[in-house]
């Protein structure tokens, strides 16, 4: 099992910037890779960005390339999501993820409760 604690939302402007964690425990909650997503309302969940274990290959969904930068730490079980210049249509619950297969955009077994992220114009 994997658990999954995501922090750093909030309510902010657009154009403003706003950095999320996310603390994975558990015994294989590093093996693979850990994402992003997120979900506003009435939408469907959509994959955001994603990091493989060695932290070298990432991958973004179009909407946040060059606006997010997603990293991580293996040594705190941490991951970050650096988002800048926010929109208001970036709004919505944001999701951690972590997977077993090591692949950014594969499969996602584990999940974390969100945390609100809101951005207003």
């Known amino acids: 099992q994997v658990q999954l604690v995501e922090s750093g939302g909030g309510l902010v402007q657009a154009g403003d910037s706003l950095k999320l964690s996310c603390v994975a425990s558990?015994?294989?909650?590093?093996?693979?890779?850990l994402g992003w997503f997120r979900q506003a309302p009435e939408k469907e969940r959509e994959f955001v960005a994603g990091?493989?274990?060695?932290?070298?290959?990432?991958e973004y969904a179009d909407s946040v390339k060059g606006r997010f930068t997603i990293s991580r730490d293996n040594a705190k079980n941490t991951i970050y999501l650096l988002m800048n210049s926010l929109k208001p249509e970036d709004s919505g619950v944001y999701y951690c993820?972590?997977?077993?297969?090591?692949?950014?955009?594969?499969?996602?077994?584990?999940w974390g409760q969100g945390t609100q992220v809101t951005v207003s114009s």
């Open positions: 993820a972590a997977n077993t297969v090591d692949r950014p955009r594969g499969i996602y077994d584990y």
């Open positions: 990091i493989n274990r060695s932290g070298l290959s990432m």
């Open positions: 558990g015994r294989t909650s590093t093996r693979g890779a």
